[in-house]
Structures are given as C-alpha cells and as structure tokens.
C-alpha cells in the first residue's frame, strides 16, 4: 500500500476495544487514549459502537465502513399445525396449490394500495364491474396460476392476525418505502416472517417518489438480515410503484418464482383442515367466517369444529360473493353455520358428525381451564425445568431498549453467552417500550421479553398476562445479561420488583466529624426503614442510591419512622445532603411470575 492510500476497515454494529484493536492493527491502549481524549471513559473489554469505533479509526488515518452481516439460515418457530399434517401425507397424493401470499410491512409504507392495486389488475370481476366484497382474502390467475392473497391490514384483528398471519401464509410480501426505508414495523415483519419460517420477497414500494433511494433501503435490509439478489444475496427485492402499478408483473413474476422454488403442496383428498382468517356475526346471517383451506377439500353440508365453535356448512361462497359447492387447498371462502364467532388465526378441521363436534369442543372448554390454571408459559424461571424435560430446546428472546447504542451492545454480549445447553434466539430487538404486538409475537413463538431502560404498556402488560408471557425489565446491562445465563443454567431467582416505602425532605445537614453528615429529615409521605434502600434526589436527578446507614429518631436508632416525624438519616456511601433534597425510601418484593 502506498503512503497516500487511506487503510479501510469494515467494522460490525458493536465490538469490544480488545478486538477492534486486533482489526485495525493498533493496541487497545492507543484506543482507550484517543476514547479518554474524546470523552469517553472505557475498559478493553467495553463494547463500543459503529460510530464510537469509527471515530477511532478516523483519528489513526483509517476509514471504517459498515460490515454488511452475513444472513443466516437460521430455522426457528414451531412448524404450525396445518404445515405438519401436510408433512404427514402420502407424498403420492401431493398436489401442487396456489401459493398463499401475506403482505406486512410499516404503517404508511403502502400495504393497502398494493394489495388493491394487485386486486384491481388482475381480478376479473372488478374490472367488469362486479361487485366484489373484502372478505379477508382474494384469489387472482398470473400467467395462468393461481396467487391467494391474505388481506390483514386495515382490518380489526390486524394485530391478532398478524402474529399469527405469517403462519398461515407460504410467502411474506414486505413492503418497505423506497422513500422511508426499514422502519420498526418492518423489522417487527422480519421477526414475524422468520418466526414463521416463511420466505420473504421484499416489495421496495412508492418508487415513482423523487425521494426515492432504493439503495439505502437495500443496504437497511441487508443490515436486517435480508441481503438483496442483485447484492448477491437470496432475497428478492422488487421495485414497486402501488400507485402507478409499475413493476407490479415483476413482483407476481417473483412470486411465482419463490412459489416454484418452494413445495407448495396439498393433498386436495386428504384430511380437511385450514385457518380462520376473519369472522364476525350478522343480524340477519348469523356467524359468517372467512376460511382459507389449506389442505383437503371442504364442501356444503359438512361440519367442522373452529376453536370453540362449531356447525354445519349452510352455505359457502368465494371471494367474489358467489355460491359454490366445494373448495380446495388455498382457497379462501366464507361460510355460514358456525354457531360461535371463531377467532381470527383459529385452526378448522371437518369432523364425521355434530356430535364428534361437540365432544372435542366440551373437551377443548376442560383443556382451556386447565391451561388457565398453570399458564407459566414462557416465564425464564422454569425454562430450565422445560427444557431438561425436553419441551424447549431454545430460549427465544425479544429485546426491547431505549436506543440504539443500548440495544447492540446488549446482542453483542447475549452472543457471547455460552451457548452449550440451550440455545439463544433473538427474535426481534427494537428501540422503544414494550408494546401488545411485542407480546403478540412473544405469544406466536413462545418467547420472553426483555425490556433494557424501557417500560411496558399498560396494554402488554394486560395482554402478558392474559398469554402467560414473561416480560422482565432492566436498567443495568449486566443484570440482564447475568439472568439470561442464570436462567440456561437453571438458577434463576424470582425477579425482584421495587416497592416504594416512603419519602422524607431534608430540613438541615448536620455535619460530625467522625460519622461524617447526617440528613436531618420530615417524613413527608409513607415510612422510612432502616433495612431498605434509599434515593436522594435532588432537581430529579439521583445523586445516591444505597442502603441507609442509620435511621434516627431524637438520638435513638430506631426501625422505622412514619409520616409526619423527623428523624436523622445517613446513606451508605454519601455525605453530600442538600437541604431541600428528597430521600425515597424503598425495598424490593419478590414479583410474582407472570
Ligand atoms: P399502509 O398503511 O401500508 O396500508 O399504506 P397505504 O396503502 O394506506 O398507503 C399510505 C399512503 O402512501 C397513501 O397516501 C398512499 O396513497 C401512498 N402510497 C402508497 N403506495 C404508493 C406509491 O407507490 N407511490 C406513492 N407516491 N404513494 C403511495
């Protein structure tokens, strides 16, 4: 290399001191200099980011560029039950079936236009003028094949659907705005899809925009996992205009593409079973459901038992509102009969007789309570029991943080746990507090949240505890880091939550000079104790936290003191008391799993 070419370096999100040191041919202490120069205290094991890391380089003379991250074919989420019984037909009776399309991607990103503008184009019956209803679903011909298009968004059980929606599906449309790019609905998509173990083609949408800049989305993708065909990558990426339909015969091409290369297959005689893709009640008509079949073929007059509900075909139509007879794999129908309104993702299946229907939905009513009562369904500390007893062989994770500079070095760092016994699998990791669709997808692939300086919405914390899901919070890295792996060594205690006891002002410091300063304080709200821990806060900022040292009362020590009296106080630790200053006193409780 001559003296003038600038050295490069590719760098990943986050590394530690020691092995960026080891890339960039320099000694951790130099780095830890130029970081101390800039401000920022480190260790050699301290995991930095990209743009710390780049800053480093940038001072030794060399350009550090983002490392596009390898994607790994990594199999997880449970095979859903319709996909096992296809698996446990006769390969004899396998029967190619139209591939069953979902679209997901961020708010805004044009979901809705697409999906019409396919539906437009390409259904018969609206370009006459038919009159054609939203059932959930539509079906079109390409080049003389049929597509079966899942309709989720903008409907009610959007968020219901869409944890369970990929699993229904045999490919994933994601829809990215060639304007916007990866959002966090986007990434969300990509756990979804993965979870589900669908492949992804992704619709790179509003290209006809000025603002349009495919190559960023594509690098954004390439960073999530999803590298681009035409950047050597496995995942289609076709520009899309929904609004001027450009490109919209590329993305049906692709399609059919992933469709050929996958085995979308059915046994159109074997047994009856599908999904519930939406249903509601009608005044007049009773319990209407839209099915998608998925394997057998389903007929007028048959009964079949969804969830709690169950009945007899009275009548069945297609998407276009017209009465048929029969319909087999893929297809999506409505139906009437059900005498319950069954659930959005539900599993149907034909049994012989109303009888043989109501037996398995009494027995389905004894499974649910039982479930209810023992609904530790995911929580970290009896993982462990599970997975000796072989019912887990991963821990899946969802990682929620404040930002992004918190988030890499938390992955970072679960990567580093060994790994032996069980396997750890990040689902999704995303900025911001823990939302229901967090808990959704906890829910679909049986996973636990982990929440690092965010909080839960008081909605996912309903819908937690409704599914049995286990969210843990933490506001020190290493605390969660150290769970993770006390909870794959099995020795996990009880999470602990923080219980406030009381608050006390400052009213004067006295100073002795063998104790040091002394808080001499008004219990202001609830009791102080002496065997807890106490914040002195001051402006809102926490100066201290530690346990108190002293607790007294008139020269006496004392246990606790209530609202009301004053009392003298000393923090483990710190000497610094300002009159004014608030003490909160508090403990920690053992919180019940949820
Ligand atoms: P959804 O929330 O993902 O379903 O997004 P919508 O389909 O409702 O679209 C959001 C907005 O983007 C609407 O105002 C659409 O008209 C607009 N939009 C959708 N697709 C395109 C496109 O290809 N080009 C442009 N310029 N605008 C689009």
């Known amino acids: 290399m001559s003296e003038n070419e600038k050295k490069t370096v590719e760098l990943p999100t986050s590394i530690t001191i020691r092995d960026l040191g080891e890339r960039i041919g320099s000694s951790p202490i130099q780095i830890i200099k130029i970081l101390m120069s800039n401000g920022v205290m480190a260790n050699i094991n301290q995991i930095i980011d990209f743009d710390t890391a780049a800053i480093v380089c940038a001072e030794l003379g060399i350009d550090a560029t983002l490392e596009i991250p390898e994607v790994k074919e990594e199999e997880f989420g449970e095979v859903p039950l319709w996909r096992k019984l296809i698996e446990d037909e006769d390969a004899a009776n396998l029967e190619k079936r139209p ?56 409907h009610a059980a959007f968020t219901a659907m869409r944890a369970r929606g990929a699993q229904g599906a045999d490919i994933v449309i994601l829809v990215v705005a060639a304007n916007d790019g990866v959002m966090p609905q986007t990434r969300e998509a990509i756990a979804h899809a993965k979870a589900a173990r669908v492949p992804i083609i992704v619709a790179l949408n509003k290209i006809d925009r000025d603002d349009a800049n495919p190559d960023m989305v594509k690098k954004q993708l390439a960073d999530n996992g999803l590298v681009p065909d035409d950047w050597e990558g496995d995942t289609m990426v076709v520009p899309v205009s929904a609004k001027t339909k450009k490109g919209l015969d590329d993305l049906l091409e692709a399609i059919s593409l992933v469709a050929d290369s996958s085995k979308i297959l059915a046994n159109p005689k074997g047994k009856v079973i599908g999904t519930v893709i939406e249903a509601k009640i009608d005044k007049a008509r009773g319990v209407i459901a839209t099915l998608l079949v998925q394997n057998g073929t389903l007929h007028q007059g048959e009964t079949v038992v969804v969830g709690l509900a169950h009945g007899n075909i009275k009548a069945m139509y297609n998407f276009l509102g017209e009465k048929i007879e029969e319909a087999g794999p893929s297809t999506p129908i409505q139906i009437l009969g059900l005498n319950e309104v069954p659930q959005a993702g539900d599993i149907f299946q034909v049994v012989p007789s109303e009888k043989d229907a109501r037996a398995i939905v009494a027995d389905r009513k004894a499974k649910l309570n039982e479930a209810k009562q023992n609904k530790k369904q995911a929580s970290l500390e009896d993982l462990f029991n599970r997975f000796q007893a072989g019912e887990v062989r991963e821990l899946r994770l969802i990682i929620k943080a404040d930002v992004q500079g918190s988030l890499d070095p938390i992955i970072s760092t679960i990567n580093e746990i060994d790994q032996k016994e069980i396997k750890i699998n990040i689902l999704h990791a995303e900025t911001g507090n823990i939302s229901e669709s967090d808990v959704m997808l906890a829910s679909a692939s049986n996973a636990i949240i982990v929440g690092f300086n965010v909080e839960a919405e008081s909605a996912a914390y309903k819908l937690a505890e409704s599914e049995g899901i286990s969210i843990r919070l933490y506001d020190i890295i290493y605390r969660l880091t150290e769970d993770i792996e006390k909870a794959l060594k099995g020795m996990l205690e009880p999470e602990k939550q923080e219980v406030i006891l009381g608050k006390a002002q400052i009213l004067t410091v006295f100073s002795f ?5 002394i808080a001499g304080c008004k219990v202001i709200e609830g009791t102080i104790r002496r065997n807890a ?19 007294r009362r008139e020269k006496e020590n004392v246990r606790e003191v209530r609202e009301g009296f004053e009392c003298g106080i000393r923090v483990k630790g710190f000497n610094d008391f300002a009159e004014g200053d608030t003490l909160v006193c508090y403990t920690f409780e053992e919180k019940p799993a949820i």
């Open 99 to 154: 591939p069953v399309i979902t679209i997901l991607g961020h708010v805004d990103h044009g979901k809705t236009t697409l999906l019409d503008a396919i539906r437009h184009t390409n259904v018969a019956g609206e370009e006459s003028g038919g009159i054609t209803q939203h059932i959930g679903a539509y079906q079109i011909v390409h080049k003389n094949q049929k597509i079966t298009f899942l309709d989720t968004p903008g």
């Open 533 to 551: 821990m106490m914040r002195v806060v001051r402006n809102g900022a926490v100066l201290a936290d530690n346990e108190v040292a002293s607790l």
């Open 513 to 517: 000079s063998k104790v040091g300063k």
